[in-house]
Structures are given as C-alpha cells and as structure tokens.
C-alpha cells in the first residue's frame, strides 16, 4: 500500500494494484475566496500550490468523492479527469450530481460494503461538526452537510480507515471498534466556522484516534491549505513530541508513506 499526501483531502491511495484518488480539490493557489460563513475568510485559498502536475495526479483507476464540498471536489478536477473512470459516492444525491457533470461510471459505496477489483469498500458515518448545530447552518447557506469515511479491505492488504470529514463522535469510535483498521486516515486542521464549531478533527481529536486505536498508524491530512484552519502540521508535530505519538505521521504536500 502506498499513501500520497497531494494536498488538502486530495490523497492517492494505491490499495491492492488499484490507484484511488481521494476528493479531488485541484484549483492553483488563491483560487478561491474563504467561506463567508467560516473563520478567515479574508484568506484566499487553497493557501498552497500543488505539489504535482494535474496530469498526474488524475492518472488513476478510480477516485472517490467523500462529499461535493468546494475543497473536496471542483471543476479543475471535473475538467481533468477522464468521463469514463470509475467514481466512487455516499448517496444518489452526489451520484445525480456527478452524473450531471458528464461522469458516466458512478456507484455508491454503502454500509454494507461493495466490490471492486478484489477490495471490498465501505462507507462510514461522519459528523461534519457536531450535527445538531453544523447541519443546519450547512442548510441555511446551500451548501448538503453530510460526508462519509470509507475502509479499504482486502486479504492482500492492511485494512484502511479514512475517516473523511469528521469530528471525533461515535460513528469514529464505532468504525475503528469494528472494522479495527491497522492505518487510519484523519482530517485534522480543525476547520472552524464562525460560531466557533468545528468541522474536522482537533489535536484533542487525533489524541482520541490515538487512544482507541493504539496499534494503528495514524496519519494526518487536510493540513496547512483552507482558510479556515486554526491547527497546522507545526502545531501536531509539537504534540507528537510531547507525548511521544510515535504512531502519528503528518506527511508533508508531494510526500509518500509505503506500507
């Protein structure tokens, strides 16, 4: 197995011979104003250029969208990617609207686990900030507040957990209680909105991962690029010092992790 950090969310995953990229969010540097309704806004982003080319980056089997924000998944990655290639969804709400892009070959990876090329995929539960405030200021504004994790299993393979955009709450701890994954992937700039929610992981958050899951490697992404950040890799690097998480990886933009 072969994780790329590219930037943001924007991962390759390269999981028994398949090539998988991970929310697509491929705009040049500044592209984008800040969200009106999140801290910072003043700050243009993505803050940071990428670290490839796109060509290489969209060089891949199949990609999986986790939710359709504008961080995850815009038209540079709609524009490069070929209409043919196999994108992976959470519900028919962004199924319907992928299709509505030109995608042709679109699924829904469910609960219960679907197949491809000798991977069985999972979908897991989020809380894009806590749910009972977040969803509905999501809604307020336009903008769907749902978003998926999914795991990776393969009898060939370590199994992976990518957690998606999420704080730490139950469906966290119940995906690593179940699925009990030996590499997690976890989205952890703490992105904060202007009521002072969060919509991803904290340090305290990764320090919850950690505890419960002891044995896994986890690694840091979603770092250092929205406006929105109030956590960078400075920041978790010096609690991985203190407290000695040695199991806690943050790659760099461009940096490969080998399993």
Not at 43 to 57: C, N
Not at 141 to 169: H, N, R
Not at 231 to 243: G, M, P, Q, Y
């Amino acid at each position: 197995m072969k994780i790329t950090q590219v930037r943001n969310a924007t991962i390759i995953v390269e999981y028994n011979e398949t090539k998988f990229l991970i929310d697509p969010w491929l705009a040049p540097k500044d592209y984008m104003e800040g969200f009106e309704s999140a801290l910072n806004s003043q700050i243009r982003q993505p803050r940071v250029e990428l670290p490839f080319e796109i060509e290489k980056i969209v060089d891949v089997d199949a990609v999986i969208i986790t939710h359709v924000h504008p961080d995850h998944w815009d038209e540079f990655a709609q524009n490069a990617l070929n209409k043919n290639i196999k994108v992976f969804v959470q519900s028919v709400v962004d199924k319907n609207y992928i299709l509505s892009k030109g995608f042709k070959n679109v699924e829904i990876i469910t609960k219960q686990g679907i197949d491809y090329k000798n991977i069985k995929l999972y979908k897991t539960n989020c809380q894009h900030g806590k749910r009972e405030i977040l969803k509905p200021l999501c809604e307020s504004i336009g903008m769907p507040y749902d978003a998926m994790g999914v795991v990776f299993q393969s009898k060939d393979e370590k199994t992976l957990y990518i957690a998606g955009d999420t704080i730490w709450c139950n469906e966290v701890s119940e995906a690593i209680k179940g699925f009990k994954p030996e590499i997690i992937i976890v989205n952890a700039c703490a992105a904060t909105v202007l009521n002072g929610e969060r919509l991803i992981m904290n340090i305290e958050d990764v320090q919850q991962v950690i505890k419960n899951a002891p044995k896994s490697t986890i690694i840091a992404s979603h770092m250092d690029t929205v406006s929105h950040l109030t956590i960078t890799r400075k920041d978790l690097e010096n609690f991985r010092k203190k407290e000695s998480a040695k199991n806690l990886l943050i790659p760099n933009d461009g940096e490969t992790i080998i399993f």
